[in-house]
């Protein structure tokens, strides 16, 4: 009995040895080969930066820069971001004695927004050129700070854009209103922007 | 009559035979295919480019669903769903651009509400499951607060394959700020809200959504203040 117990703790030894364990089917997980293929670039959006300027009501012609980011979200939409700072005013305003609105006050306004393209199609001079535009509506919420005060933005406008394969250029123009009351006192509180940007993609 | 009973039977005969020669004969050339590259990414633009499904096309960058292809001299845009039109493009490479430009389930999101506030969150998968993390800011001045909350959204009806129907139950931390009494109307400390929500969000492109949210947010302390919104939500697909 006790020569029968070695022999079989000598057959599980044996068994357990690690020419026998190599034997066991063991399966890992199995590669389709497409993580070893090189990703393809992406183009995400459109950065750009450039020269803005504001109108507003019962004010002077202001400029400033515009940075803007846009992220696609498909083949039609995108999402916009815009940081614009510059001059506010550079003519003071007096009501009752009392400066409202001084001579050197400064804007910054960041907003965030979508567009949607109602028109795209191609341009072209020669022929032999052709390059994309679109033309898009934006609509973009947000908070302008205008000298001390401050208050929330809202603009709807048209970008023109013309899409070259490393950079782009864009036309903008919108309607805006900002609800501060300073400004509203001041019937400063809207108006137009047009801006002109060059870009590139990310 | 028999002359007649002959004309009748060779013209027959020869029927049957053009017939049977126009039904086997094979055609005598099929119609040449040529997959048209556009000038941008979208079907809105126009076709400058067209080739035969044998050419080399290389794909030089992707940008949503759609790629940039070039043969070398000229090149235009293709929707990857008609990549495999292209008889010499390799098949890994077609199925992993097709597999990168497929929506993910990662959507960041921008909401505006009916309380004044702006909010910025995140939809994310986690075990089969839609969980979200938001920041809800209400306006500056004597009513500025703001949540910070965590939960969970769960789709419930989808009557049409762009539209969703979904709820969603939420705990957060709700703070005053600036001696606000949004919250609590004794104190400024942080308190503890429970968020539950039904939205209806249509998916307008292939990685954007739009939709509305009904909430109702409520304290968890003795005075539950309970604050009732409707909101504005865009979500973008990763």
Request: charged residues 20%; proline residues 4%; glycine residues 10%.
């Amino acid at each position: 009995m006790k020569r029968k117990l070695i022999l079989s703790a000598c057959a599980l030894m044996a068994s357990l040895s690690p020419s026998a364990l190599a034997e066991v089917y063991s399966p890992g997980n199995q590669s389709n080969g497409l993580d070893a293929l090189e990703d393809t670039p992406v183009q995400h959006g459109m950065l750009g930066a450039g020269y803005a300027n504001t109108l507003s009501t019962n004010n002077d012609a202001q400029p400033g820069m515009l940075f803007t980011g846009r992220y696609f979200a498909g083949e039609k939409w995108y999402l916009l971001g815009e940081l614009q700072f510059g001059t506010f005013s550079t003519r003071a305003v007096v009501q009752n004695g009392e400066e409202v609105r001084s001579d050197d006050e400064e804007m910054l306004r960041y907003s965030a927004g979508a567009g949607y393209a109602l028109l795209q199609g191609t341009a072209s001079t020669s022929g032999a050129r052709a390059v994309p535009w679109v033309i898009a509506a934006e609509l973009t919420a947000g908070e302008q700070n205008s000298g001390d005060t401050s208050g929330r933005y809202a603009s709807l406008g048209t970008s023109v854009q013309f899409h070259g394969d490393r950079i782009w250029t864009a036309l903008g123009v919108r309607e805006f209103l900002v609800d501060d009351e300073r400004l509203q006192s001041l019937e400063s509180d809207g108006g137009t922007q047009w801006d002109i940007s060059l870009g590139m993609w990310f | 009559m028999i002359q007649a009973h002959r004309l009748f039977t060779s013209l027959a005969l020869t029927m049957i035979v053009l017939s049977a020669s126009l039904v086997s004969a094979p055609r005598a050339s099929a119609e040449q295919v040529y997959i048209g590259l556009r000038n941008g990414p979208s079907e809105a633009f126009p076709v400058i480019y067209e080739v035969t499904p044998r050419r080399h096309l290389e794909v030089i960058y992707r940008r949503g669903s759609w790629v940039k292809a070039t043969d070398g001299r000229s090149s235009g845009w293709l929707h990857v769903d008609d990549l495999h039109l292209l008889e010499t493009f390799p098949r890994d490479e077609l199925w992993k651009l097709v597999n990168d430009a497929r929506p993910g389930r990662v959507r960041p999101e921008f909401v505006l509400s009916s309380l004044d506030a702006y909010a910025v969150g995140v939809v994310f998968p986690l075990f089969s499951q839609d969980l979200f993390a938001r920041y809800t800011r209400g306006p500056e001045g004597e009513t500025s607060w703001s949540l910070t909350e965590f939960g969970l959204l769960n789709d419930f009806a989808r009557p049409v394959d762009d539209l969703v129907f979904s709820w969603s139950g939420a705990l957060g931390y709700g703070k005053d700020q600036q001696g606000s009494r949004f919250w609590d109307s004794e104190t400024d400390d942080p308190v503890w809200v429970g968020t539950a929500g039904a939205e209806a969000m249509w998916r307008v492109d292939r990685y954007f959504e739009i939709g509305v949210r009904g909430e109702v947010a409520t304290t968890l302390n003795s005075e539950m203040t309970t604050h009732r919104s409707a909101s504005l939500v865009w979500r973008v697909r990763l």
